[in-house]
């Protein structure tokens, strides 16, 4: 489903120091895969989430999702990005538009649908997320985890084949972190391809195919949750999930 | 997400009459004795003459004496007025539509657009309306054969549509990256992103700069009597030449100025208040 190979990424920071953020990143995701990048802050993690869906250009290498490139010529991203749902970690809901909007605009004005299709959708994944009844309110009028459940059933409306979470859970008040990685996990079962930057060990252990540990734009270490928190090989690893868990 | 600007929408404290209001006061009247005393009373004497002011706002009358019957008719300062409001309307539809353009426009990554368009902002902000005007009148309007209406016309939208295209431009930089991302992410394009996303939040934030701005322009607007339209100012020019009533006629003049400032100044706050509900 998403391919990556030889990723190079370098951001210039404003006082001209170079950051390598991705270096010689390859990564395969199959479809139905649940995927948790982990890592210290810095890492590359959200760097590369970004680059799927092309908010940041990548330096060198390919990136396809579905089989699509990119940065083939010809690529239409807003078309490719029709398929790539992403959740951020400030929600980044449409504050002008109420929740209804916020999940109705884009099946619109981008798929295309009729107003009364786009409703109807829009209303079974608010249901979904458990958020139908403040269908009419704006978001500044919604508390955080409601927001990002709104954010979440906004993604999910354009039925994309692959959920990216840019640390979903992040920017939350602890007690509305729960409620959040409900929807994640109940997407999870039911066979979504995600990709998943999160420092929820808990969530990674209970839901992920695959955990990946990056550092310094690099994957140090990749395998089950099992392998990771029972076992994990690398010193680096050990460092990282000791000072976390 | 709490809005940014919540904190500051507290409710203000109801007006309290204290002591110092009461100070205030003592000391106002005191400096408009002195005032009263030090200029106006030692000053000129002049007799005023309010009566002559209504027929220049509406009279009855026949315009001209082959009329048949006379009728009420719009005094010369209406006649202004209308004029001032027709340019000024004109103006503001045509500064919005070039702001708007400007304002996308700086931001563009491209250099060559972003360069020319920095260069009309800093070209008309540093130089003066009025020789924007002339300009525009004697030179482009002779040889685009514009009429002064049109002339005058032109050179008010495309000086206040420079100040309208840096509000533009802090308006749409003032909304969180994370606006257009979100917007993007799910396949918006550009234009669509600037048209549902970024450009509403935008306007709500530049409505205030913006009725200044269109405040500014009907003020700016009196200028174009140089090129003899007949305008509020230049029919009230035309006025004290007449009757010598300058002050009463000015007076007037900035009254009715007044009244089309303070309307727009109120339904910019009313469009403001109605645009607060998503807060």
Not at chain 1, 138 to 146: D, F, I, M
Not at chain 1, 197 to 211: K, L, N, P, Y
Not at chain 2, 98 to 109: M, P
Request: charge should be positive; glycine fraction near 6%; aromatic fraction near 8%.
């Amino acid at each position: 489903m998403i391919d990556a190979q030889h990723v190079y990424k370098t951001f210039i920071t404003p006082d001209k120091r170079k950051v390598e953020a991705l270096v010689d990143f390859t990564l395969h995701i199959d479809p139905g895969e649940v995927v948790v990048i982990i890592g210290p802050s810095g890492s590359g993690k959200s760097t590369f989430l970004r680059c799927i869906n092309r908010l940041e250009e990548i330096d060198r290498g390919k990136i396809t999702v579905d089989g699509q490139d990119l940065h083939a010529p010809k690529a239409d991203i807003n078309k490719i990005r029709e398929e790539i749902g992403m959740v951020f970690q400030h929600f980044n809901l449409f504050p002008h538009k109420t929740v209804m909007e916020n999940v109705t605009l884009a099946q619109e004005i981008v798929r295309k649908r009729k107003k009364s299709e786009a409703i109807e959708i829009a209303e079974a994944l608010l249901k979904k997320v458990g958020i139908l009844d403040k269908k009419d309110v704006y978001p500044s009028q919604l508390s955080g985890g409601q927001q990002q459940r709104v954010a979440i059933a906004r993604s999910l409306a354009m039925q994309p084949k692959v959920m990216l979470f840019d640390e979903a859970t992040s920017a939350l008040d602890p007690e509305m972190i729960g409620e959040v990685l409900d929807v994640m996990k109940t997407l999870a079962r039911e066979g979504m391809t995600m990709v998943v930057v999160t420092h929820e060990m808990g969530f990674a252990r209970e839901v992920a195919d695959r955990v990946i540990f990056m550092d310094s734009g690099k994957i140090v270490e990749t395998g089950t949750p099992e392998h990771f928190f029972t076992n994990p090989e690398h010193e680096r690893t050990k460092l990282f999930l000791s000072q976390i868990l | 997400m709490p809005s940014r600007l919540s904190l500051l929408r507290q409710k203000e404290p109801a007006l309290k009459f204290t002591r110092r209001s009461a100070i205030t006061v003592v000391v106002l009247l005191v400096l408009g004795y002195l005032f009263y005393h030090f200029f106006i009373s030692k000053g000129i004497t002049y007799t005023w003459h309010w009566n002559d002011i209504p027929k220049y706002l509406f009279y009855f009358g026949k315009r001209h004496p082959s009329e048949p019957v006379p009728s009420w008719h719009m005094g010369a300062l209406m006649m202004g007025l209308t004029l001032t409001l027709k340019i000024s309307v004109v103006s503001i539809l045509f500064a919005i539509i070039i702001g708007l353009i400007v304002g996308i426009a700086r931001l563009s990554e491209e250099p060559i657009t972003k360069f020319i368009t920095a260069c009309y902002v800093e070209l008309i902000r540093g130089t003066p309306l009025l020789v924007q005007i002339y300009i525009i009148y004697f030179f482009i309007g002779t040889m685009l054969r514009l009429s002064a209406f049109a002339a005058g016309a032109a050179a008010l939208s495309i000086f206040e549509g420079a100040y309208v295209g840096e509000i533009v431009r802090a308006g749409i930089q003032s909304i969180h990256k994370g606006q257009m991302e979100a917007a993007r992410s799910l396949g918006m394009s550009y234009a669509q992103a600037m048209r549902h996303i970024i450009l509403p939040q935008a306007l709500k934030r530049i409505i205030p700069p913006l009725a200044g701005q269109f405040i500014s322009l009907i003020k700016d607007s009196s200028l174009v009597s140089v090129i003899a339209l007949a305008d509020l100012t230049f029919r009230a020019q035309q006025a004290v030449a007449q009757s010598l009533d300058a002050f009463e006629i000015y007076f007037t003049a900035a009254g009715l100025y007044l009244v089309m400032t303070f309307t727009l100044s109120m339904v910019t706050q009313y469009i403001e208040r109605r645009m607060a509900v998503s807060d």
